[in-house]
């Protein structure tokens, strides 16, 4: 974001700055929107902990399909 607002503000066009980036203007505004405000370390930060939210949600969801397994398990034994 920081490059294409400081090419901005050397009076470069939009189309111009996206294409020296290698972006669509939709990505732009949808990264502007995202990230508008934000220092390039509140912006890594964001995308670390986005990262780690990840993980933990499959961890989550791979933990709560190994209960339903052993809970399924454990009411099959019982019926024996």
Do not use: F, H, P
Not at 12 to 41: D, H, P
Not at 55 to 71: E, F, M, N, P
Request: hydrophobic share 40%.
């Amino acid at each position: 974001m920081g490059e294409a607002q400081a090419a901005l503000s050397a009076g470069r066009e939009l189309s111009a700055v996206c294409q020296m980036l290698g972006i669509s203007e939709q990505t732009y505004y949808r990264w502007k929107t995202k990230y508008g405000g934000m220092k390039a370390e509140e912006a890594q930060r964001l995308a670390a902990l986005e990262e780690e939210n990840a993980r933990l949600k499959k961890l989550v969801a791979d933990l709560s399909l190994d209960k339903q397994i052993l809970t399924e398990a454990l009411d099959v034994a019982k019926n024996l």
